[in-house]
């Protein structure tokens, strides 16, 4: 998400990196290409007109500092800005004072707003570790209110319904005297959506709303449609008066307009982003963070999040034990893999580390196409093989074997022991230096963060061309341990 738009600031920058000062003269051209890349990010042409008459405003205001370079200065500015256009502080959804928390989400046909709701479910019954329950009020359609069952039964949460009969407000009605008498902490009601707004949509989400007082009524919107995004939850909280709204199919939208238009456009925050196909990929929207992200400066909050999520799913303490005691074995290496696939896919993850966000999509998608390689690879060893990576490197009959059973060559069975010997290498260096630091951890044990671990697995894992004859190099001086291993996790 954003690449395009990142692209483009990135040439704004660019141009007066050089420069003493920012000035008069010399901000013209940054201007002109921040302006362009907001233009084909699909935002408004008078909010793009607004947004950088503040910037070229801001950036002429800002006192020269010694050591600080006209471009970070300007980065700093549009930074700002781009927070207050998105509206500046994170907005959590509203807490009743009495009974159960009532969300009313809406929206349009196709926009994702009944699989939002199922995230949103999920989001509340394991981040806020609320008992939730789902209303199915979308009587026009019947699928709708199948899908909804459905996820409630993936995500173990419980679905009222009353088929398509009945009348929605009566249905939100009951759901919520339901919820109330079995002591629910919070009700998603899933409304109706319509092609388009007319109407009687919005005579009935009224009525729906009147029928259970929520808390918060919430708009999905597909992040896709660009500035009509805004224009939607504009027209909607004409009629309806929104709390707020979700931006669903982040993850496929490169332009960013919808993002950076709902709040200034409609007067109303974006409070969840939909960031993927998985229940689990729904995340509270923080304009900081997001803007952090436009400017290529990653999100280490969100990651450091995200990686204390998965963490809960992996033996941190273990794992660093293993690491100090060089025992990082092929087991180890998948582990890995699959903790940092729980948090999204690889270019989600690894963008959201600064200094990560010039990795093209064309890039991220061979990384993650190798390592679906490298896990088929690993399947194909026998257990004494994962546990001890020296057998592969001692034996070539064993990288055949291997190489034939998952369907590769030789060549790259020997890149997935390149790759396992840069991330080995790469987290003996960090335990060395943690040790070294004199950090303190579990019985005298240095504390490496889950972030830290992450950065290891990712900075690890480039690809790496490793001949067949180097893996097969002997050992010398009686080492147990491979040379190949040796030389590569020393450097």
């Given at each position: 998400m954003f690449d395009n738009l990142s692209r483009g600031l990135d040439k704004a920058w660019d141009m007066v990196r050089k420069d003493g000062k920012l000035t008069a003269d010399n901000i013209k051209g940054p201007m002109r290409e921040i302006r362009r890349a907001l233009l084909?990010?699909?935002v408004s042409l008078p909010l793009v007109r607004q947004f950088v008459k503040k910037v070229e405003e801001s950036a002429l205001g800002v006192k020269v500092v010694k050591g600080v370079r006209p471009d970070q200065q300007l980065v700093k500015v549009v930074n700002d800005e781009l927070v207050s256009l998105m509206g500046g502080e994170k907005q959590d959804l509203?807490?009743?004072?009495?009974?159960?928390?009532?969300?009313?989400?809406a929206g349009l046909q196709g926009v994702g707003k009944t699989t939002a709701a199922g995230k949103l479910a999920l989001h509340l019954q394991k981040k806020m570790k609320k008992k939730v329950l789902m209303v199915a009020t979308d009587v026009y359609r019947p699928a709708a209110i199948d899908q909804l069952v459905k996820l409630g039964s993936m995500i173990k949460v419980p679905v009222f319904e009353m088929g398509t009969d009945a009348d929605p407000a009566d249905i939100?009605?009951?759901?919520?005297e339901k919820a109330k008498k079995e002591k629910f902490d919070a009700v998603i009601v899933d409304t109706s959506g319509r092609l388009q707004i007319d109407s009687d949509m919005m005579t009935e989400l009224q009525q729906v709303k009147e029928a259970v007082s929520p808390t918060d009524v919430l708009l999905a919107v597909d992040a896709m449609t660009g500035q009509e995004a805004a224009g939607v939850v504009k027209a909607f909280n004409d009629s309806a008066e929104l709390t707020g709204a979700i931006l669903t199919k982040m993850d496929g939208d490169s332009r960013g307009g919808a993002a950076l238009s709902v709040k200034a456009i409609s007067g109303k925050p974006i409070k969840f982003v939909g960031t993927g196909e998985k229940l689990e990929a729904l995340e509270p929207f923080y304009p900081d963070r997001t803007a952090s992200r436009i400017l290529g400066m990653g999100d280490v909050l969100t990651l450091v999040e995200k990686a204390e999520e998965a963490a809960k799913q992996n033996d941190t303490e273990y794992m660093m034990k293993r690491l100090m005691q060089n025992k990082f074995d092929f087991n180890d290496f998948l582990n890995q893999y699959k903790m940092m696939n729980s948090m999204g896919t690889m270019g989600q993850v690894m963008k959201?580390?600064?200094g990560f966000n010039q990795i093209t999509d064309k890039q991220t998608a061979a990384a993650e196409k190798s390592m679906a390689r490298y896990e088929v690879m690993i399947s194909s060893m026998t257990k004494q093989e994962r546990a001890d990576p020296e057998l592969l490197a001692l034996n070539i009959s064993r990288r055949r074997r291997i190489a034939r059973g998952?369907?590769?060559?030789?060549?790259?069975?020997?890149?997935?022991?390149g790759v396992y010997t840069g991330m080995r290498g790469q987290f003996?260096?960090?335990a060395k230096m943690m040790q070294s630091g004199g950090?303190?951890?579990?019985?005298g044990m240095p504390k490496m963060t889950e972030q830290e671990m992450l950065q290891a697995t990712?900075?690890?894992a480039g690809p790496r061309k490793v001949s067949p004859g180097k893996v097969r190099r002997k050992r010398t001086g009686g080492s147990s341990r491979m040379r190949e291993l040796q030389e590569l996790a020393s450097r």
């Open positions: 084909e990010a699909d509203n807490e009743p004072r009495l009974g159960p928390q009532v969300i009313l989400l939100a009605a009951k759901g919520l959201m580390i600064p998952s369907g590769n060559k030789e060549k790259d069975v020997s890149e997935l022991m003996k260096r960090l950090m303190g951890g579990m019985q990712l900075e690890g």
